[in-house]
């Protein structure tokens, strides 16, 4: 199993823990240097707050915990392509590099929806561009987003 797959596999763990928790599947997992540094996972029901996706929840604990503000030296794995909001925040926050399972566009496809590029289309149009790796582990993504959607809605 490569680092990629290692830290991935903890980020879908976690998505299915949201699921667990009353939330929907989706995870994350902050890196630096090879170690993980922070996790968080989708809490938009518990918290009551319809912006606490797993990487804008994960970036509000991890910067209000440390007072660093900028992960240029980071990586984010992401059990799923960020949406558009948080791609926007991983751009303020000068992340180093993405990677995700699942890509929105996959996601769509479960949903009935057509879904987007989303993370392209903001790092491509912003003053900072992340590296992005994607489809890590897509098909365990998908699996975790698959058994959820099948019996919800999303948000």
């Known amino acids: 199993m490569t680092q990629d797959e290692q830290f991935m596999a903890e980020a879908i763990r976690l998505s299915a823990l949201a699921v667990e928790h009353g939330n929907e599947p989706f995870g994350a ?4 240097d090879g170690e993980i540094v922070y996790t968080n996972e989708n809490q938009i029901y518990t918290a009551a707050d319809p912006t606490f996706h797993a990487e804008a929840g994960l970036l509000r604990r991890f910067f209000a915990e440390t007072h660093i503000t900028d992960l240029s030296g980071y990586t984010l794995y992401s059990s799923c392509e ?3 909001m948080c791609s926007g925040a991983l751009v303020w926050a000068k992340l180093g ?6 890509s929105d566009t996959d996601l769509g496809a479960l949903l009935g929806e057509t879904g987007s590029a989303c993370s392209d289309m903001v790092f491509r149009n912003s003053p900072h ?11 365990e993504s998908l ?11 999303k948000g």
């Not at 997992?29 to 630096?32: A, I, S």
């Not at 590099?97 to 699942?102: I, S």
Request: glycine share 6%; aromatic share 12%.
């Open 82 to 84: 960020p949406c558009f």
């Open 129 to 139: 561009r992340p590296a992005v790796t994607a489809g890590v582990l897509r098909e």
């Open 29 to 32: 997992v902050l890196v630096k």
């Open 97 to 102: 590099r993405l990677v995700y399972g699942a």
């Open 143 to 153: 699996e975790v987003l698959r058994a959820y959607f099948e019996n919800h809605q």
